[in-house]
């Protein structure tokens, strides 16, 4: 089993930044596609952004120029750069995780086979 952590979630004011980090542990393999999700109080699970084995990414309209993820040399982490957070960025984030075949486009639906547990993050206006 694939396991997911993520981290970095807080308190920020509107226009602050927060890094987001999610680790994966377990079996895992290098070609896994990464991504991050939101759900506010009452919405329904979002997509924000994902990237795939070879650093291919893809944002949510309502968070692309503002947000940024990224992925370390073991393509095992990634992170979520957030900046210039609104308050409508309130929400759980998750990371997911899912193996695909090479050189796909991301993958921006829910369909990812491992999920974290979720971070909080909250934005104050």
């Known amino acids: 089993q694939v396991q997911l952590v993520e981290s970095g979630g807080g308190l920020v004011q509107a226009g602050g930044s927060l890094r987001l980090s999610c680790v994966a542990s377990?079996?895992?393999?290098?070609?896994?596609?990464m991504a991050w999700f939101r759900q506010a109080p009452g919405k329904e699970r979002q997509f924000v952004a994902a990237?795939?084995?070879?650093?291919?990414?893809a944002y949510a309209d309502a968070v692309k120029g503002r947000f940024t993820i990224s992925r370390g040399n073991a393509k095992k982490m990634v992170w979520l750069q957030m900046n210039n957070l609104k308050a409508e960025d309130t929400a759980v984030y998750y990371c997911?995780?899912?193996?695909?075949?090479?050189?796909?486009?991301?993958?921006?639906?829910?369909?990812?086979?491992?999920w974290g547990q979720g971070t909080q993050v909250t934005v104050s206006s």
């Open positions: 990237i795939t084995e070879i650093g291919r990414t």
């Open positions: 377990g079996r895992t393999f290098s070609n896994y596609h």
């Open positions: 997911a995780a899912d193996l695909r075949a090479p050189y796909r486009q991301p993958v921006v639906s829910g369909e990812y086979d491992y």
